[in-house]
């Protein structure tokens, strides 16, 4: 069963602060999602990584870095938080040779910066 | 880049009545059409896909058709039961399966006794 798990459920930041939200997924899988999601605007990607080290641009990666130092942890940064990227993030999982080709998602962390 | 619509943003039916989902995409070259559905408070889960050489494809009480002509897709649930109430999302990939996704903005269903 895979398992894909967040470093926090609920955080509450200041403007200004660095934030660290983490991801740890268990079945060896190649490729790492961040997205978040925003009521009205479905799930965003922000970054993505096929490999370890290895990142892409998604479609919103401005205020946002990623980290991928080992296969199964995937790290999104938000360098200086602001109150615009207060939202819910979720990591996701796959692997691309393997159906059902399914994105593995984790539990989410809700995010708010104050 | 590849842009997903998908409509309505919420839809209520009566138990027991057929719910259907639509969405287009723009890029021609999408060759991978998954539907996730969330439930309140959880995580979204794949519930149905399909690869651009079909056209139909079904699971039990749930289709997804493909129409790679108009760029169009859609999700079919029949005999609805309030377990169905939750969000959908449909997604495009040119990737294939397990690879970068363009989500769509989601529907919002909701199955009435």
């Known amino acids: 069963d895979v398992k894909v798990t967040q470093s926090s459920r609920y955080l509450v930041k200041r403007t200004g602060e660095k934030v660290f939200l983490e991801c740890v997924q268990d079945?060896?899988?190649?490729?790492m999602f961040w997205y978040r999601q925003d009521p009205g605007l479905g799930l965003r990607l922000i970054y993505f990584?096929?490999?370890?080290?290895?990142?892409e641009k998604g479609d919103i990666p401005e205020g946002y870095s990623v980290s991928r130092e080992k296969k199964e942890r995937f790290s999104l940064i938000l360098e200086s938080a602001s109150t615009n990227q207060t939202s819910m993030y979720l990591c996701?999982?796959?692997?691309?040779?393997?159906?059902?080709?399914?994105?593995?998602f984790g539990p989410g962390t809700r995010l708010t910066v104050t | 880049g590849e842009n997903v619509e998908q409509h309505p943003s919420t839809l209520s039916v009566q138990e027991g009545d057929s719910a259907v989902i639509k969405c287009t995409y723009s890029?021609?070259?999408?060759?991978?059409f998954p539907w996730y559905k969330q439930e309140l408070g959880k995580r979204p889960q794949l519930i149905i896909d399909?690869?651009?050489?079909?056209g139909e494809k079904k699971d039990q009480r749930i289709a997804v058709t493909l129409n790679k002509t108009a760029k169009h897709f859609s999700l079919h649930i029949t005999e609805t039961q309030p377990e169905d109430s939750a969000v959908y999302f449909c997604?495009?990939?040119?990737?294939?399966?397990?690879?970068?996704?363009?989500f769509g903005t989601g529907t919002q269903l909701k199955v009435e006794l």
């Open positions: 990584s096929y490999d370890v080290k290895m990142k």
């Open positions: 996701a999982s796959s692997a691309p040779d393997r159906t059902p080709y399914e994105q593995y």
């Open positions: 399909i690869r651009s050489n079909v």
């Open positions: 890029d021609s070259a999408s060759n991978y």
């Open positions: 079945m060896d899988h190649e490729n």
């Open positions: 997604a495009a990939s040119q990737a294939g399966g397990g690879n970068k996704l363009t």
